[in-house]
């Protein structure tokens, strides 16, 4: 049972203010990755980044970030969430105020790295200070509120990052630091001390061991497009997941670990792991391929995609607004992850309708019932990391949504491409043969194509004819079509898997409630 110590909100006078603050905090660790990305291009041609450096300025912020949530988690916890939720913003305002300013690619690296350690910081603070200052019986439509304005804010911040980006890219990088200085001077009026712990130690080894793994599977699933059994896939995916197993066997012998290892046996903390797994797997993939149909296949500007997804966030909106509302402990929480997983599922697979001809329109139910589920798992999801928190490690527990937030997130970004590549090459083969193609065109296809999954759009290849560039979008809507279909029978078991947890998490729960009754 969660006492006045887990909620200092009994205690302490709160602003109405504060959780909706907290999530314009927290959409800063969406906003700044895709103001990034999107700059990006401008900011390769003036300082000169090319081949492997490009692709390190683009996944650095995301390594940095990985490496060091659970670290963050800690800090919070030892040090006083607000202090360190402070420091955290100053560090973004750094990070990226270097790269603004960088003449050269080595300080743009140095200063996305900070920001992604910033921003990723600010994610897990503002997260964890949402039960500080929310009252128990009113977390779910706490976090509900936290959701809804990190979507806000990603929607606004993205399209403004985008105007910005046309502008200038040293002007767009300005966005993120620019907020987190605004926000500075309201942080102390908006949010109460919380409580710290000064005798918690650091689990340097686990700290270490699994910041480590999951740079490694990080990096090695960033490559899945080149093969998965390529060199630059295998060595460091395997490595990562082998560093996995050593950061398990660290956590099973220490007297303190980074959390209590007994979490993993209890079915509401693994239900809040998987579901979140799939969460952000579906996430991944519909914004990326989605994004990639409409620019491969239909010719959209990068301005056009991203006011063609904003049905998809805005339909998650409305799923937060509803699963906040409705959230009550217990069985309440069985029933929305169940609801969500169906809408997403089904959303997936009118996905799996696509065709290179299909219009805005056809594909506007898919968006809605995705995002819908995307909304109403989301809220449980988290609700369940928080319940499941001990007061000692709320920090680190609450982190390690993060952390397998990034895992399921990297898995479906990585995965449906080589996906879409698989199945699109299948189908584009079987097309040039039915038009009786020599080996030597359909090789030169293949490589047309293979440079358009790696990001050069179809359209841009002014050398092919145009009946060629209408079988390579034939194709990749083909591609498309088959990994919807396949990713939302992965979604749909995990989703089982979650609801099973869930089950035992009940059971395990009324039996503790016996116990002390």
């Known amino acids: 049972m969660p006492n006045n110590a887990d909620h200092p909100m009994s205690e302490t006078r709160t602003s109405a203010l504060a959780v909706p603050f907290l999530g314009v905090l927290a959409s800063l660790q969406l906003i700044d990755p895709v103001v990034a990305n999107t700059a990006l291009v401008k900011a390769s041609q003036a300082l000169e980044m090319h081949g492997a450096t490009l692709a390190l300025a683009a996944g650095i912020s995301t390594l940095a970030q990985a490496a060091t949530v659970l670290l963050m988690g800690f800090l919070g916890d030892r040090l006083e969430r607000r202090r360190v939720l402070m420091a955290t913003l100053l560090l973004s305002i750094a990070g990226d105020g270097i790269a603004l300013a960088a003449p050269n690619a080595n300080l743009f690296l140095l200063g996305r790295a900070l920001a992604g350690i910033a921003v990723g910081g600010v994610l897990v603070l503002s997260f964890a200070a949402v039960r500080c200052v929310s009252r128990p019986n009113r977390l779910g439509k706490a976090l509900g509120v936290w959701n809804l304005l990190i979507l806000a804010g990603l929607i606004a911040g993205s399209l403004l990052g985008g105007v910005l980006a046309d502008s200038s890219w040293r002007l767009a990088l300005g966005l ?211 319940q499941e928190a001990p007061p000692r490690s709320l920090g680190s527990v609450t982190a390690f949504r993060t952390t397998t937030g990034q895992l399921g997130f990297a898995l479906g970004f990585a995965s449906s491409g080589a996906m879409v590549n698989g199945f699109g090459f299948a189908s584009l083969r079987d097309r040039m043969l039915q038009l009786g193609s020599t080996p030597v065109q359909s090789h030169q296809l293949e490589s047309l194509l293979r440079e358009a999954l790696s990001g050069g759009g179809l359209s841009q290849h002014s050398g092919a004819a145009s009946n060629a560039i209408q079988v390579m979008s034939e194709a990749y809507a083909s591609g498309l079509a088959g990994t919807m279909v396949g990713v939302a029978l992965i979604v749909g078991l995990l989703g089982a898997i979650s609801l099973l947890l869930l089950v035992i998490g009940h059971r395990q729960q009324r039996t503790e409630e016996s116990a002390l009754a």
Do not use: C, K
């Not at 001077?185 to 700290?207: C, F, I, K, T, Y």
């Not at 309440?332 to 696509?354: E, H, K, P, Y």
């Open 176 to 386: 993120v630091p620019l907020i987190a200085l605004l926000s500075l001077p309201l942080l102390p009026s908006l949010l109460p001390e919380m409580p710290a712990n000064p005798e918690l130690r650091a689990d340097w080894r686990g700290l270490v061991s699994i910041g480590g793994a999951m740079v490694l599977f990080l990096s090695g699933v960033s490559h899945a497009g080149n093969g998965f059994t390529s060199p630059a896939f295998l060595v460091p995916t395997l490595s990562g997941v082998a560093l996995f197993g050593v950061h398990g066997l660290i956590e099973l012998n220490r007297q303190e670990p980074i959390f209590p290892v007994a979490l993993y046996q209890r079915g509401g903390f693994m239900a809040a792991i998987v579901s979140g797994v799939a969460f952000n797997f579906a996430w991944a993939v519909v914004q990326l391929q989605t994004s990639n149909f409409w620019q491969l296949v239909q010719r959209y500007s990068t301005g056009q995609v991203a006011l063609a997804q904003l049905p998809l966030l805005l339909s998650a909106g409305v799923g937060v607004v509803v699963a906040g509302r409705v959230m009550r402990p217990g069985r309440r929480i069985t029933q929305l992850v169940a609801a969500g997983m169906a809408s997403l599922v089904i959303g997936l697979l009118l996905f799996g309708l696509v065709r290179a001809d299909s219009s805005y329109s056809s594909l506007g139910f898919a968006m809605v019932l995705v995002g819908i589920g995307l909304g109403l798992i989301s809220v449980p999801q988290a609700a369940l990391f928080v």
